[in-house]
Nanobody
């Protein structure tokens, strides 16, 4: 089993920044993909960004240039630096780990960007 705990969400003004963290514990394998997804009210969950154990990153087009994903393999932690937030970024952000064909999810952290 894998447990994921997100932190760093909150309320900010448009244009401000936030940094999310997700600490993974349990049966973590060396090869995996960690990522962030988000779900806004009334919308489907969507990929924000992901990063492999080898530091290969993938971003949703709308996040490129504003968001940066990174990870610390020694700490099994993934980060999401979010800059220039807009009200359209308001959502619950979920941490995700993919390994050995399984998906694991955190409980989510709410990010609200007010105009």
């Amino acid at each position: 089993q894998v447990q994921l705990v997100e932190s760093g969400g909150g309320l900010v003004q448009a244009g401000e920044s936030l940094r999310l963290s997700c600490a993974a514990s349990g049966s973590i394998f060396r090869r995996n993909t960690m990522g962030w997804y988000r779900q806004a009210p009334g919308k489907q969950r969507e990929l924000v960004a992901s990063i492999t154990s080898y530091q290969y990153t993938n971003y949703a087009d709308s996040m490129k240039g504003r968001f940066t994903i990174s990870r610390d393999n020694a700490r099994n932690t993934v980060y999401l630096q979010m800059n220039s937030l807009t009200p359209e970024d308001t959502a619950v952000y979920y941490c995700n780990v993919k390994q050995l064909g399984e998906d694991y999810w955190g409980k989510g952290t709410l990010v609200t960007a007010s105009s």
